[in-house]
């Protein structure tokens, strides 16, 4: 089965296995840092971080070298660079 995006969809099954594990996660190591209910406003921002990372990781030791060499010609407007490298 594929998605509208071309891609393969996820059935529920897996869907319902991947949430579990997260959740999981988040009893084994946010327990006595974060009340229960409060878990989701740390696993949202980092499940976005990780899928951000997850779709730039191609482009990463780029964006790095270009970075580097943008602070050694001491470059204070980097945005656009730094962009184009990704």
């Known amino acids: ?6 891609g393969m969809a996820m059935d529920n099954q897996e ?3 991947i949430v579990s594990f ?12 974060y009340v229960r209910g409060k878990y989701r406003d740390v696993i949202l921002p ?3 971080i990780r899928r951000l ?3 730039l990781e191609e482009t990463k ?9 943008l602070d050694a010609a001491r470059i204070d407007n980097q ?3 730094l962009c184009n490298a990704a």
């Open 79 to 81: 945005w656009a660079a």
């Open 1 to 6: 089965m594929s998605d509208d995006h071309g």
């Open 46 to 48: 980092m499940t976005v």
């Open 15 to 17: 869907y319902n296995s």
């Open 61 to 69: 030791p780029a964006v790095l070298e270009m970075k580097k060499q």
């Open 22 to 33: 997260i959740w999981g996660i988040a009893d084994d190591c946010l327990r006595d840092v």
């Open 53 to 55: 990372d997850a779709m």
